[in-house]
């Protein structure tokens, strides 16, 4: 068992099938890949696995327990968070304070009023953010408005924003999409020191096959909403069927 | 850290304490025999006015300047903390804290209501509900409560009320512990005359301590949560926040305080009419706390401030008056002069309103305030020649995003 198995799910929208009986299984601590072009149907799976879509048929379960029909804030209270494919920050917020968000969420619940404390005596808090926009090399940035970053940066903000929670289960839609190069690779070294260090399972969508054959254990290859294959780095490398659905133009 | 606040915060209070200690010199400004003495704005009416529409309006700012949800329907809730009062008055006695207790929970108990229902959508769908319920409030007000709100006549206090807490001897007019609130201190400063009315002092403990919980509650965990809200829902329920809890809960508390500022309008003149839920209340409110500056924490103070003020003074120059400054002008430019004049004074004071607040709006979008920190950058740049800097309420400064919630 998996800790999150995804079973038949089907999600239609009109008349188009966007997700076509898609099984799914995440093995504990391990970095799962979703590949597949664009179209493919991989961020509306992801959609499903955080409360935003509801599917047609089929179950999702994350450690054992149902994750359909709960509202996203109670499924990421379960232990999964979500970087977007379109970065979601607090864009009139400053980057400190975006992070200071989360924090309090992992520390506080779903609500907690204490109007009557200053956020600068959580000393605690801002510790921790700080800490970790240190990790994604974002320290320098505290004080700017989080909607005057560039794209890579919000990314990096929003990576953060999730980190800080310690979620079991992250999820990443191309997180690397729009970076510079050197990002990209930094990214994939806090990634992959993320995910050894706290155990942190990743489910991550991801155009750059560098990316991929780093950090992945295993891949799965979705196109017109089906799963195509699942399997290692190495098969899918070799793998002839893939070569040609997907990888035939992409650099491996 | 006094009262739990940094260094510039308490100056913030301080500042703030001493402008309403001595709001009777400042608002005073010109002797009784200067011909400016129609400016003057000293009265014990027109200060406790603003001292309690300032209460209305930050109170509303909390819920409109940090989350984003615009409420047309604030009026229900100053009307429901006057009646109480009233209330209070008629029934139990015509000392001012209990009535001002009830008003204050009475309101919050109607905002948790229309605040339950109304939450449910965002946007202009929220704005409209509640406009509706509001309106639905007014409406009940003069007609299946007639017996609770008396209906056009008003609520208003009778010998004969039973007043159990009130011995024989008890003043007949609402007072602190036997102060009546309408007793007035005059100081005579040679040709300037200062009023010192206990209702305003009264009216002016309740604002500074509205202010101190508001800026409690700007620089709190709390606080960032509502901005939160207004910022990104989605990333907010991503992050496990249900943003409902953190709206309703300063609805609520924007409830209160205009409960607060309805039961003190009770306090300072005892009599309660359903007039006081009408939307256009609502609506002043609105204006007040955008005029000012929505989002930032002296905002919508000086926003119900200049307002109530221009309010009074432009409300008082009718024609004659006009005829009088223009006198100088031959009599035909002078009819002229006056006849344009005066459509935007006395009756006309909403037009000047509104001509007001389209000019602060396309103009200066972050309100008074806003102006006065390009004055203060201006300044400074002047006198260092380089560039501003950061200023004060920098955190806090309100969006360029639009004013509701998507
Ligand atoms: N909310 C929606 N309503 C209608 N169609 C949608 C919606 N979301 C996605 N789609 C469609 O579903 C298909 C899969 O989209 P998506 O999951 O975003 O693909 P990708 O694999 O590139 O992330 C696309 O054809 C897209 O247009
Ligand atoms: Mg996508």
């Not at chain 2, 208003?156 to 807490?165: A, E, G, M, S, T």
């Not at chain 2, 200049?306 to 400054?325: A, C, D, P």
Request: glycine fraction near 10%.
């Amino acid at each position: 068992m998996g800790i999150l198995e995804v079973k038949n799910v089907n999600k239609n929208f009109g008349g188009l099938k966007a997700l076509k009986d898609v099984n799914l299984s995440v093995q504990e601590n391990s970095v799962h890949a979703i590949i597949g072009p664009n179209g493919a149907g991989k961020s509306t799976l992801l959609n499903v696995l955080v409360g935003k879509l509801i599917p047609d048929t089929g179950s999702v379960m994350f450690n054992g327990r149902s994750v359909l029909g709960r509202k996203p804030h109670e499924i990421n209270q379960m232990g999964i968070s979500r970087v977007f494919q379109t970065p979601e920050i607090f864009g009139d917020l400053t980057v400190l304070e975006n992070v200071l968000i989360p924090c309090f969420a992992h520390r506080d619940g779903a609500f907690r009023i204490h109007a009557f404390e200053t956020v600068e005596a959580e000393a605690e808090m801002i510790d921790m953010a700080r800490h970790i926009l240190e990790d994604v090399n974002m320290a320098d940035k505290c004080h700017i408005h989080a909607a005057a970053l560039s794209r890579g940066d919000k990314r990096r903000l929003e990576m953060a924003m999730c980190l800080v929670q310690e979620p079991k289960l992250l999820l990443l839609d191309e997180p690397t999409a729009g970076m510079a190069r050197a990002n990209t690779n930094r990214t994939i070294d806090l990634l992959q020191e993320i995910h050894e260090k706290r155990a942190i399972t990743m489910v991550i969508i991801e155009h750059d096959m560098h990316v991929v054959f780093s950090l992945a254990q295993r891949i799965t290859v979705l196109a017109q909403g089906t799963p195509l294959v699942e399997d290692t780095p190495e098969n899918i490398k070799g793998n002839p069927k893939v070569r040609e659905a997907y990888l035939g133009t992409a650099e491996v | 850290m006094l009262f739990g606040l940094n260094k510039k915060d308490t100056r913030f209070l301080i500042i703030v304490v001493l402008l309403t200690l001595f709001t009777p010199f400042l608002m005073q400004p010109f002797a009784e025999t200067s011909p400016l003495a129609q400016f003057n704005g000293g009265y014990p009416d027109l200060m406790a006015k603003v001292a309690i529409f300032g209460i209305f309006a930050i109170g509303f700012n909390i819920l409109f300047g940090l989350t984003g949800y615009l409420s047309f329907g604030h009026a229900a809730f100053l009307g429901v903390g006057s009646y109480a009062a009233v209330w209070m008055f008629k029934l139990l006695t015509l000392n001012v804290f209990p009535a001002v207790i009830l008003a204050v929970i009475m309101s919050g108990l109607l905002a948790l209501v229309i605040g339950w229902i109304s939450l449910r959508r965002s946007g202009i769908y929220f704005s409209i509900l509640t406009l509706a319920m509001a309106e639905m409030a007014y409406r009940l007000a003069y007609s299946v409560l007639t017996p609770i709100t008396n209906g056009e006549t008003g609520l208003q206090l009778r010998p004969h009320d039973p007043r159990v807490l009130d011995g024989p001897g008890a003043p007949q007019y609402p007072n602190l512990f036997g102060l009546e609130l309408n007793d007035s201190y005059f100081l005579r400063l040679g040709d300037h005359v200062f009023t010192f009315n206990v209702g305003y002092y009264f009216c002016a403990a309740f604002a500074i301590l509205a202010f101190y919980v508001s800026l409690r509650i700007f620089r709190s965990p709390f606080g960032l949560m509502l901005r939160a809200v207004k910022a990104n829902q989605q990333r907010m329920n991503y992050t496990g926040l249900s943003p409902r809890p953190y709206t309703l809960a300063a609805f609520v508390i924007s409830g209160m305080y205009a409960g607060l500022a309805g039961g003190l309008m009770a306090a300072m003149d005892p009599l309660a009419g359903a007039e006081r839920m009408q939307w256009t209340v609502g609506g002043e409110v609105v204006i007040m706390t955008i005029l000012g500056g929505a989002g930032t924490l002296m905002g919508p103070v000086l926003g119900a401030g200049t307002i109530k003020y221009l309010e009074n003074i432009f409300s008082k120059i009718n024609e004659n008056v006009l005829h009088q400054w223009f006198a100088f002008l031959p009599d035909g430019l002078e009819n002229m002069v006056v006849w344009l004049i005066a459509h935007f004074t006395g009756e006309g004071w909403a037009l000047t309103l509104g001509l007001m607040f389209m000019l602060v709006v396309f103009f200066m979008p972050g309100g008074l305030v806003e102006g006065g920190r390009r004055i203060a950058r201006l300044w400074r740049k002047r006198r260092h020649g380089g560039d501003g800097g950061a200023d004060g309420d920098e955190l806090h400064r309100p969006a360029r995003s639009p004013h509701v919630a998507e």
